[in-house]
């Protein structure tokens, strides 16, 4: 169990002498009891203190690392049960699916295409992270040297499932020997076999099942010292699913219940395809940290990457480009200039029906602070004195010859006092950036 502040309190030197930033040290305890500060900040306290409160000063969800340095993922360590309390902090990893049972060909080729799978979106590059290697074959032989294959010819981290513990060891301690895959013991196994799994292969465990026997066999191998766990509720339905996740994150968090404080794998793969990537969107709101998905189509991949990027975004602050012109494509001074606002889902909603258009042009981003277009005319940030100052940061002048800016067609009302302030002719354009696209080729003229 958690301790409490004044459990806490009782161990502290009670000196008040204030170094951790705190008036007393009653106050720090009760800020170490509810995790929001570390022991450490107490540079009074002793080390025999220091080794008995451990716990309290411990996360309440653990962060595990899975794969090799260079390429491994970070998963745990949440903080809250709702990201705007604060924000998420470590984006759940995306594993898709390979079967052992598939020929050599098929896997590198596999191999091949995951690594295409990369997704540019509001300005980052979003993708899977990780292989789950299924232990289909029947053979042992087989799913060691598809490990291999797979690790080899993908480089990604492995999340490796099998009812044989003694094949899951052979790759983990062979191939994978260092690469810390995840290990995934499907069936019946004793959290002393899991336990002995973990220490061989100095791999991170997943333990599987209801929320109960989970929590037991997670407090048997706390108590064998493994630390890198993951719990699972396993295939299960959707229903049975979100309320092992929310349950868990719930006694993590509020409850401090060590037993399941650590991160999430949850699966939704098999069936109906597109019931499968619903599920996997939800799973990932709440609040899988690892994801087993046969999503390799892009269509059904990418709303579970965007569902991931939307979440883990910080939701205080604004997703930000830089605020400056832009040339899209091949532009010249005679190509459009279309004017918005530095908010990213703006800015690229622009940029992509031009590009869409195929008519090359400039962008000017103006500095909102990152928020879109309505709600910085609405909060004065885009405005005739922002936007003819951002022309002028822009040397837009000199670069542009017919001395036409074209905005969005939802603050046409700005038009006119624009067109004195800057001295540039301003047309109104259309009010979605669905509407650019015909807007270029049916009404501009320089
Ligand atoms: S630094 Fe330690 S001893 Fe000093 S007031 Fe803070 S908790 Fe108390």
Same mark, same amino acid.
């Given at each position: 169990m958690a301790l409490t502040g004044l459990d806490i309190y009782k161990k502290l030197?009670?000196?008040?002498?204030? !170094?951790?930033?705190?008036?007393t040290c009653l106050a720090f305890a009760m800020k170490v009891a509810a995790g929001?500060?570390?022991?450490?900040?107490?540079?009074?306290?002793?080390d025999s203190a220091r080794g008995e409160l451990s716990e309290a000063s411990a996360p309440p969800q653990r962060l595990v690392k899975l794969g090799a340095d260079g390429v491994a993922v970070e998963v745990g360590q949440e903080?809250?049960?709702? &990201?705007?309390?604060e924000r998420f902090h470590h984006p759940a990893a995306v594993a898709l699916t390979l079967s052992d049972s598939a020929s050599v060909e098929v896997l590198r080729s596999a191999c091949a295409d995951f690594r295409k799978l990369q997704f540019p979106r509001v300005g980052t590059t979003i993708h899977p992270d990780m292989i789950a290697l299924i232990? !289909?074959?029947?053979s042992p032989d087989k799913f060691v040297s598809a490990a291999e294959l797979v690790c080899r010819e993908a480089g990604v981290p492995m999340v490796l499932v099998s009812g044989d513990r003694a094949a899951l060891l052979a790759a983990a301690c062979g191939?994978?020997?260092? &690469?810390?895959p995840l290990l995934y013991c499907r069936g019946d196994v004793s959290s002393d076999q899991l336990a002995d799994l973990a220490e061989q292969s100095k791999s991170p465990i997943c333990v599987a099942g209801d929320i109960a026997s989970v929590a037991a066999a997670a407090e048997a191998l706390i108590a064998r010292g493994v630390k890198d766990i993951l719990i699972s509720p396993g295939p299960a339905d959707t229903a049975a699913a979100m309320s092992f996740l929310t349950q868990a994150r719930r006694a993590a968090l509020?409850?401090?219940?060590?037993?399941?404080?650590f991160p999430v794998l949850a699966i939704a793969a098999g069936g109906d395809k597109f019931a499968a990537a619903m599920d996997a969107c939800a799973y990932i709101c709440k609040y899988a940290a690892v994801l087993i998905t046969d999503a390799w189509e892009p269509h059904l991949l990418v709303p579970i990457l965007t569902s991931r990027q939307n979440i883990y975004?910080?939701?205080?602050?604004p997703v930000q480009v830089e605020a400056k012109l832009y040339d899209v494509g !091949?532009?010249?001074?005679a190509s459009p200039l279309l004017v918005t606002t530095n908010f990213s889902l703006s800015y690229y909603s622009v940029e992509g029906e031009v590009e869409a258009a195929r008519v090359p042009c400039r962008i000017l981003a103006v500095?909102? !602070?990152?928020? $879109?277009v309505l709600t910085a005319w609405a909060a004065d940030k885009f405005n005739p004195s922002t936007i003819s100052a951002a022309l002028k940061a822009a040397g837009a002048e000199s670069k542009v010859s017919h001395h036409k800016i074209i905005i969005p067609g939802h603050v046409a009302v700005i038009s006119a006092q624009l067109a004195e302030e800057s001295g540039w002719q301003v047309l109104v354009g259309p009010?979605?950036? $669905?509407g650019i696209g015909p807007y270029l080729k049916n009404e501009w003229r320089a």
């Open positions: 030197p009670k000196t008040n002498c204030k !170094e951790c930033g705190l008036p929001q500060l570390m022991l450490d900040q107490c540079p009074k306290l002793s903080t809250v049960l709702f &990201r705007h309390e232990h !289909e074959s029947g191939p994978l020997a260092g &690469r810390r509020k409850k401090k219940y060590r037993p399941l404080g975004t910080d939701p205080q602050k !091949e532009a010249v001074p500095n909102t !602070e990152g928020t $879109s009010r979605e950036a $669905s």
